[in-house]
């Protein structure tokens, strides 16, 4: 199954794409795509009311905006430098551990949003990456029922202002957390569509020219690993979100460094999930 949410920025409605490409509006079903709905059994229950009443939902045009594939999470969990060349580029050591940080949960927007750059910013970076839902309470997890957790999966570009994050004192969420710098979507699919997560091709081009181009077999820490140690530190909740990291060829680490300026156009995908475009524009533009 894949989820979507469409319509206008705060009034977005639930929905799925079908096997053959059509958007179709789900509101009837009762229920958004949040916490209740992911730990509630809410993708087995809308599975079996869409045999009943998937012939009856109306069709969504294409023009319509998407919003992010579900609501505001109670966290969004990400984990760096999880791929070796991305963490040679930033110059940074190969981890012996996951290293955590968050972002903010009000950076969410739809997957063809406009990206804000920041009042101040001088160095605003893109970040491909894979992101994995949570289906079901996590605590304490074993690596082994970690995928038992996991409602789905989505593309999430993972913008970062490099000033903020590692010119500024403190931790990195500043550089992560400016309002558009997490568009996730078009959607989230669920397990049964991603064959296998650790095998996705991950892409990202900026004006039309490829910079990001790999695959999640370079993980560090594979997504189990991913689970379960974040569940030794917090309470995983149902929609929670997880990003994986980013692989090598992020603005930081060509030489020059290149950042986004206004009017720069960013796409991105991957395997299995769709892409997305975000064009930057200026704050208060």
Known sequence: MKLIRFGEEGKEKPGVQTEDGKWLDVSAFGQDYNEDFFGGDGLARLTDWLKENGSNCPEVSKETRLG????RPSKMVCVGLNYAKHAA???MAVPKEPVLFFKATSAIVGPNDDLVIPKNSEKTDWEVE???VIGKK???VSK??????VAGYVLHNDYSERAFQLEREGQWVKGKSCDTFAPLG???ATPDEIKDPHALRLWLKLNGKMMQDSSTSDF???IPTQ???ISQFMTLLPGDVISTGTPFGVGLGLKPPTYLKPGDVVELGIDGLGSSTQTAKAYGQ
């Open 68 to 71: 992010a594939p579900l609501r």
């Open 89 to 91: 580029e930033g110059g």
């Open 130 to 132: 894979l992101a994995i």
């Open 138 to 140: 996590a605590s304490y």
């Open 144 to 149: 082994e029922q970690a995928l038992d957790h």
């Open 186 to 188: 078009p959607f989230i």
């Open 220 to 222: 560090i820490f594979d």
């Open 227 to 229: 689970i379960s140690y």
